[in-house]
């Protein structure tokens, strides 16, 4: 797991989602969170951004590992 995947999983885990609900809000893949959220892929700037509107926060404020 790298820094953002445990960033991702930690606010994920304090809003009681599951992986499938961030990915649907996200509107990504649940493999795609999983992936991230495990360190085994590294996300475009686009999914970075999709993942912070479903997270209801700043890009920047999500990055702050």
């Known amino acids: 797991m790298n820094a953002f995947g ?3 999983r ?3 885990l304090k809003r ?3 992986q499938e609900q961030l990915g649907h809000r996200a ?3 649940l493999s795609q969170v999983a992936r ?3 360190g085994k892929t590294n996300p475009t ?3 970075v951004r999709v993942l912070a509107v479903a997270l209801e926060m700043p ?3 999500l ?3």
């Open 27 to 29: 509107q990504i893949t």
């Open 10 to 12: 930690e606010l994920r």
């Open 6 to 8: 445990a960033r991702v």
């Open 59 to 61: 890009v920047g404020e």
């Open 63 to 65: 990055m702050t590992f």
């Open 36 to 38: 991230i959220e495990h």
């Open 45 to 47: 700037i686009c999914t």
């Open 16 to 18: 009681n989602w599951s």
